[in-house]
């Protein structure tokens, strides 16, 4: 009882407070000011800029999430442990060093800078760029969900499918795929939510240029250090409703399909 | 369809699962592949359903090459030891996944699809749930429903991977029963894995024994059993008392039992021989060659009475079967010493590694 107590006053303090201070800051001056907010032209572009990088990292990293989960769960390759730790890099190294990296490599001093500039390729403070650290950024999270389900599932359904006649990408998509649906749209959710949350990395590789390279993430701080708390609050509304979404639906799907999530699977065995 | 394998040989990092494994498989035929876990067997099966393949060595269906054609094209149908059933689709769905991945011009039509497949649940006495999902079946259940889903696509072999292995006794004889019954109607050449010796005497036409990635015998049930090719074979099959020879006076004995006419004069002194519970007889004439031994246990099984008895001389147990009623017949009871003599035994000349490797010379003795 104490225990759940101390939780839910935890969860108080530094969970629900925090998310009633950012809307109650961002309607402090009435829904008027809130809509004007966000109704600005640099807010929208941000907006649009944000989608537009989770629409392109999102489903690239699913192709590589799917792919590497089958490769690491279904087969025995030298290289397979370094392919485990590369997938786990994003989580250990921090994302200010992850967006610096990619500045080293191609930014005007870079070691690719100078080819970029002679041929005119825009990759640092662009769009590029941003879509780049997004990706490594959220490189594990649709792999790591895959991983231990497919091990545990085994690699018998697919030969079955094999022998009864079917072909590569048959067996990929009426075996492999529906048994791992649930936890690949869970994967891809939190990959998302990561994607349209992401600071640090991005944020190196911005550059910060109002109306062009800031993403929802960046606009909350640019406004919040020029004093317009209305504006910085009512975009962080967007991106926290954002996050009450994921939440709403990574629970549906843990209470709906949870045994196939956990890597525990259910029949066959 | 006769298929033809020849010096097939297939290594893992650690160790030899196939060494030069040579069989021929006879068309309408059930062949079990029978040995101990890690003798290749299951290795063997994968090859012939494609999911794996020999480093060295062919595989010749009535003279084509087997091993060119990818799983998906050789027309066989395997059932898993776990059954492998799609989880997210129904019965009737798994059973006709092999003809709706077919191409549009090989595949059936759709009402042709679910006909057949009301058929084949049928076949196998499942006509009412077509509609339930793999983890609402009994493990019963769910083997027969990979048999229907691999009957389906009508396969020209069956490939059976320990199809009992994970079901409890009772469902396991009857299945057994089933499947037998099945296949002398289908009369599809079958080949299924066992560790099971019991099922592979009952079911088979055929046995091939394997041990360490070798095929140590092929043959009957009746011809295994009676006439082991090998010391391996001695000691998988059934229950055999095995008696280290020595050689002495240029004759092979083991204690009082002295085996005359050794038929290799004395070139191989390490000898062994397997003589069968059965095949023991008790209180012979003096002049017999055997034993004098004493009883030590009686364990009387129904019809038939399994005898425990002590041979000082070569200080060794023995294991004899004799009927139930000559339990009291003989006055057999627990200390009681009498003489025990072997009726018949396949004697092995062994090489220096001993009963492992395959025999240097086999000689079935009798007196």
């Not at chain 1, 002679?118 to 594990?140: E, M, R, S, Y």
């Not at chain 1, 749209?185 to 240029?209: D, K, Q, W």
């Amino acid at each position: 009882m104490l225990l759940v107590l101390a939780a839910t006053a935890f969860l108080t303090i530094f969970l629900a407070l925090p998310l009633a201070v950012v809307f109650a800051e961002a309607f402090r001056q009435g829904l008027r000011a809130y809509l004007s907010a966000i109704g600005q032209r640099e807010v929208l572009s941000a907006i649009r800029l944000t989608l537009l990088v989770a629409a392109i990292s999102v489903p690239l990293n699913v192709v590589f999430g799917v792919a590497a989960a089958w490769a690491i769960a279904r087969f025995e390759f030298r290289g397979k442990a370094l392919l485990g730790a590369f997938i786990d890099l994003p989580f250990s190294v921090s994302p200010v060093i992850s967006g610096l990296v990619y500045v080293l490599l191609f930014g005007a001093q870079g070691w690719f800078g100078h080819w970029l500039e002679l041929h005119d390729v825009k990759i640092i403070f662009a769009v590029p760029g941003l879509v780049l650290a997004t990706i490594f950024i959220t490189l594990p999270f649709v792999a790591r969900e895959l991983i231990p389900l497919m091990q545990s599932q085994g690699r018998d359904e697919e030969e079955a499918a094999r022998v009864l006649g079917a072909g590569g990408w048959q067996m990929f998509f009426r075996v492999t795929l529906p048994n791992i649906r649930w936890a690949l749209l869970y994967g891809v959710l939190l990959c998302n939510a990561r994607a349209m949350g992401e600071f640090g990395a991005v944020s190196v590789v911005s550059g910060h240029i109002r109306g062009l390279t800031t993403t929802m993430p960046l606009e909350v701080e640019m406004r919040y250090n020029e004093y317009d708390y209305v504006g910085a609050f009512a975009v962080a509304t967007l991106l926290a409703l954002l996050a009450l979404a994921t939440l709403a639906i990574k629970a549906l799907l843990e209470w709906r399909y949870g045994d196939e999530i956990a890597a525990h699977a259910p029949g066959g065995h | 369809m006769t298929l033809e394998l020849s010096h097939l040989s297939r290594r893992f990092t650690d160790s030899a699962a196939l060494d030069d494994v040579s069989l021929i498989i006879a068309p309408g035929e059930f062949l079990a592949l029978l040995g101990p876990s890690g003798s290749g067997k299951t290795t063997l099966l994968r090859i012939l359903a494609g999911l794996d393949y020999p480093d060295a060595g062919t595989v010749q269906l009535d003279g084509y090459d087997f091993l060119a054609a990818q799983a998906h094209k050789r027309k066989v149908g395997l059932v898993f030891q776990h059954y492998a059933l799609f989880r997210h689709l129904t019965v009737a769905e798994n059973v006709a996944f092999g003809l709706r991945v077919r191409s549009r011009k090989a595949r059936p039509s759709r009402a042709q699809i679910t006909e057949r497949v009301k058929q084949l649940l049928k076949r196998v006495q499942l006509d009412d749930h077509g509609h339930r999902y793999p983890s609402q079946l009994s493990g019963g259940q769910r083997q027969r429903v990979a048999l229907a889903r691999a009957l389906a696509v009508e396969p020209d072999l069956l490939l059976l991977d320990e199809p009992f292995g994970a079901l409890d006794a009772q469902v396991r004889v009857t299945l057994r029963r089933w499947l037998r019954e099945l296949h002398e109607d289908l009369e599809l050449t079958t080949v299924f894995v066992t560790h099971d010796q019991e099922e592979a005497l009952e079911l088979a036409d055929r046995i091939a024994v394997m041990n360490r990635g070798r095929i140590e015998q092929v043959g009957s049930p009746e011809a295994i059993y009676q006439q082991p090719a090998t010391p391996f074979v001695c000691e998988f099959i059934g229950k055999m008392n095995k008696l280290p020879l020595t050689y002495a006076n240029y004759r092979l004995s083991a204690g009082d039992w002295v085996l005359e006419g050794d038929p290799w004069n004395g070139r191989h002194t390490n000898a062994v021989a397997y003589v069968r519970p059965e095949h023991l007889s008790l209180g012979g004439a003096d002049t017999e060659p055997g034993w004098v031994a004493r009883l030590r246990h009686v364990y009387l099984a129904g019809s038939v009475a399994h005898l425990e008895l002590h041979v000082p001389s070569i200080d060794q147990t023995l294991e004899v079967d004799v009927a139930g009623e000559d339990v009291t017949r003989l006055g057999l009871q627990t200390g009681v010493e009498l003489r025990v003599a072997p009726r018949n035994a396949i004697v092995f000349a062994l090489g220096e590694q001993g009963s492992d490797a395959p025999p240097e010379g086999r000689w079935v003795w009798q007196p």
